[in-house]
């Protein structure tokens, strides 16, 4: 909220959304004191909108009753947000996704005036997003039906497929949902393997409300707790490298999925799996620090295999 038609126009959707809101509220929300809230207070009065202040310490401002705005009122960031919104939703793997999409934008317009209109069509008819090779659920029931018990925090019962192409039925907490990979995923504890574990959407087959609560666990990540799966999953080759720098900077540098992450004494220590370790040298070759093998002592022939591959190139 940088600009401050943004902030009036902010106050006039909270004031909609909540009813009544105190002025100290309404400057804790947006980040200003309470004389700038009554600016903004009457520059939405300037513009007809008609609004009711109680007064004292903890007085109100609440809109007049049976007042209603227009449908949507949308600033130029807002406006410019949806749009790539809506070209996100083409590439993320959501089933019947274009046409949705393409009767959102319709809707959109037909409420924007004519210079966010045209906005809208510049950002979609020249803007391109990297989403490759997404794989699409069957339909969108499994992830509207999970993210509801997500939010709410209540046990499902769910049919799925796995890669052996065995369907099972389970009850399943889900704490979150992720999108990684070009894939759709939810994670949580899954009561039949007594675990947490993370379930691809195009294989779930259906999913049933129970009426059962649960508790997600405190700060649960579903995308990190995905990231770290993979790290970590075993494969032929375990690996540990030192790198010589600070945590901040190994963030950077080394892409989620090359494996974790740990502050030591010493450095940061990298642990991954992998079951080509050439591949893995060639990816350490290319970090702008130092660092040191500790295992598997394969790894350090893969690497004097690359940097004599690299030298015989320059000298060529």
């Not at 947006?30 to 809230?37: C, F, H, K, P, Y």
């Not at 129970?210 to 995308?223: I, K, Q």
């Amino acid at each position: 909220m940088s600009r401050p038609t943004t902030r009036v126009l902010t106050v006039l959707e909270l004031l909609q959304t909540h009813g009544r809101m105190s002025g100290s509220e309404l400057a804790r929300r947006l980040e200003v004191d309470r004389r700038t809230v009554r600016r903004y207070i009457t520059a939405l009065e300037e513009l007809g909108i008609p609004i009711t202040a109680e007064r004292g310490r903890d007085g109100a401002y609440m809109l007049v009753a049976g007042f209603k705005l227009p449908p949507m009122v949308f600033t130029d960031d807002e406006a410019l947000a949806l749009s790539v919104g809506l070209l996100a939703a083409r590439g993320l793997g959501l089933a019947e996704a274009a046409p949705a999409v393409a009767s959102a934008q319709a809707k959109l317009e037909r409420v924007m005036p004519a210079n966010l209109k045209r906005r809208v069509r510049a950002v979609d008819e020249t803007v391109t997003l990297d989403l490759s090779h997404p794989t699409a659920p069957r339909d969108n029931e499994a992830l509207v039906a999970l993210s509801a018990a997500s939010q709410t925090q209540r046990r499902v019962r769910m049919r799925y497929r796995t890669a052996e192409n065995e369907e099972t039925e389970r009850d399943f907490d889900p704490y979150g949902l992720a999108w990684r990979g070009g894939r759709w995923y939810a994670v949580g504890h899954c009561h039949l393997r007594n675990g947490l574990r993370s379930f691809r959407l195009d294989r779930v087959h259906s999913v049933q409300p129970l009426d059962v609560s649960f508790s997600r666990p405190e700060g649960f990540n579903a995308l990190e707790h995905l990231t770290v799966s993979v790290a970590t999953l075993p494969r032929a080759y375990a690996v540990e490298v030192l790198l010589e720098t600070d945590l901040a900077t190994a963030r950077r540098a080394v892409f989620p999925s090359f494996g974790t992450l740990e502050r030591v004494a010493e450095g940061v220590l990298l642990r991954g799996q992998t079951e080509d370790l050439t591949w893995f040298a060639r990816e350490l070759a290319r970090l702008p620090f130092s660092f040191e093998i500790r295992r598997p002592t394969g790894l350090r022939d893969a690497l004097a295999s690359c940097a004599r591959r690299l030298l015989e190139l320059a000298g060529s």
